[in-house]
């Protein structure tokens, strides 16, 4: 009973982050600013705990683009560097989310954190603007999850 309690509460909050996360009707930029980084291509593990059967899977689609595969979803991911930070934009059934991400220098931890919506709200007309006004602000994003190379 126990687990297919946790089961259903896993799933609801997963789905939850995948009809949530895809809010806005535009990219942060329309065409990729960067070619796909070799260095992303893995099957990543949260490095949390309680967050062990999560697995994020990053694809090339082609040399702009990547497929990633979180938890059975797919996405179509692009660069969309600005305001002098790494962003992608991230597609999926035609809405985006916007996130942020850092590399680790030895290239073995990935850090993404989802652009805040109630700062950058959905509907805006021009994003990099607001990203750029608000760059410095602690409440850009939301709380940064740490994955670990498989």
Not at 58 to 64: T, V
Not at 129 to 147: G, I, S
Request: glycine share 4%.
């Amino acid at each position: 009973m126990k687990t297919a309690r946790q089961f259903l509460l896993t799933a609801s909050a997963a789905l939850t982050i995948v009809l949530t996360a895809c809010d806005y009707d535009t990219p942060i930029t329309e065409n990729p600013t960067r070619r796909a980084d070799s260095r992303l291509l893995a099957l990543w593990r949260p490095v949390a705990a309680g967050r062990a059967d999560e697995t994020l899977r990053i694809q090339r689609f082609d040399d702009m683009h990547y497929v990633v595969l979180y938890d059975g979803d797919l996405f179509l991911v692009h660069h969309s560097d600005a305001a002098g930070l790494s962003f992608v934009s991230v597609r999926s059934c035609g809405k985006y989310a916007y996130f942020a991400w850092d590399l680790s220098e030895d290239g073995k931890r990935l850090t993404i954190r989802e652009v805040d919506k109630d700062v950058i709200p959905s509907g805006t007309s021009d994003v990099i603007k607001l990203l750029e006004m608000n760059r410095n602000n602690p409440h850009l994003f939301e709380e940064a999850f740490t994955y670990a190379r498989d």
